[in-house]
């Protein structure tokens, strides 16, 4: 499994045109084969930074779906939003592994006495 992050640098005066863009990935990014963590955007510090966030088998089954992401309506769709109202002035796509797994249980909550 790898997870694909993607940074990008969005237009601070068109953040809600960002969060559209990233509702319709909600949507569309599942039903085509990748398992979505997120989208995130602006809220405290930077109001240009926001990132997508997503995991996939691997780099095979990244080039299919990234080809049934474009034929998809609500993706073609989504790309032509983005195009078409430029809130996104750059775009930069990583690959990771995750090198942590497997993680320890989760700590417990303090209870009061």
Not at 3 to 13: G, K, L, N, Q, S
Not at 87 to 110: C, Q, T, V, W, Y
């Amino acid at each position: 499994m790898i997870t694909c992050f993607i940074r990008y640098e969005i237009d601070p005066f068109k953040r809600d045109r960002f969060e559209q863009y990233a509702r319709a990935w909600g949507q569309s990014i599942p039903r085509n084969g990748a398992d979505l963590i997120g989208y995130f955007g602006p809220h405290e510090g930077s109001a240009t930074t926001a990132y997508g966030v997503y995991n996939i088998e691997n780099l095979a089954a990244y080039e299919a779906y990234r080809a049934r992401l474009a034929a998809d309506p609500l993706g073609r769709e989504n790309y032509e939003f983005a195009e078409r109202e430029r809130f996104i002035l750059k775009e930069d796509r990583m690959f990771l592994k995750n090198m942590s797994l497997p993680h320890g249980a989760p700590m417990e909550k303090a209870t009061k006495p």
